[in-house]
Nanobody
Framework: QVQLVESGGGSVQAGGSLRLSCTTSGGSLAIYVVGWFRQAPGKEREFVAIIPSTGVNTHYTDSVKGRFTISRDNGKNTVYLQMSSLKAEDTAVYYC?????????????????WGQGTQVTVSS
């Protein structure tokens, strides 16, 4: 079992950047597929990006393509979400999640392990 911890959220103006980090308080993250999800007030949790354990073949939801980059450093036991050109509609609580599925899962229900979330607020 892995316990996830997110950090790096905050408040920025539209057009700004933030980098979120996801690490573990116990266990190794290296063997897990890691996804980033977000949930805005009154909305369902939605998929943002996913990175396999190898770091190859990342996948993004269309609304963040070209603006967000997911990466991982298995030596540091950390997965990152670099967010640039932020928009007001990116405002949400961002969660990282982990599973060991051999396929790139975009449905939250496919992820058994979740962090507590970190708030990202983008002002226009």
């Amino acid at each position: 079992q892995v316990q996830l911890v997110e950090s790096g959220g905050g408040s920025v103006q539209a057009g700004g950047s933030l980098r979120l980090s996801c690490t573990t308080s116990g266990g190794s993250l290296a063997i897990y597929v890691v996804g980033w999800f977000r949930q805005a007030p009154g909305k369902e949790r939605e998929f943002v990006a996913i990175i396999p354990s190898t770091g190859v073949n990342t996948h993004y939801t269309d609304s963040v393509k070209g603006r967000f980059t997911i990466s991982r450093d298995n030596g540091k036991n950390t997965v990152y979400l670099q967010m640039s050109s932020l928009k007001a509609e990116d405002t949400a609580v961002y969660y990282c999640a982990a599973n060991r599925s051999p396929r790139p899962e975009t449905e939250p229900i496919r992820y058994p392990y979740w962090g507590q979330g970190t708030q990202v607020t983008v002002s226009s």
